[in-house]
């Protein structure tokens, strides 16, 4: 994520609040690995929860 982009300039740090950044990184990696080892036509994940700590994928569907 850019720190050029509006959600970059929240994530890394907004009214004193850092988020897990890092790991949200580390999740998108492993949704695009996913994607690409089981052929999957498409992967959608809405939303996703992002807090200081953690990330959370609430929602998700996968398109064969």
Same mark, same amino acid.
């Given at each position: 994520l850019t720190l050029k982009s509006k959600i970059g300039r929240i994530l890394h740090g907004?009214? %004193?609040r850092k988020y897990a950044v890092d790991?949200? =990184?580390h999740?998108? %990696?492993q949704v695009?690995?996913?994607t =690409? &080892? &089981?052929n999957l036509r498409e992967l959608e994940i809405?939303?996703?929860l992002v807090t200081e700590d953690? =990330?959370?994928a609430i929602d998700g569907r996968i398109y064969l």
């Open positions: 907004y009214r %004193g790991k949200l =990184v999740m998108i %990696g695009c690995s996913l =690409v &080892a &089981a809405n939303p996703v953690e =990330v959370f």
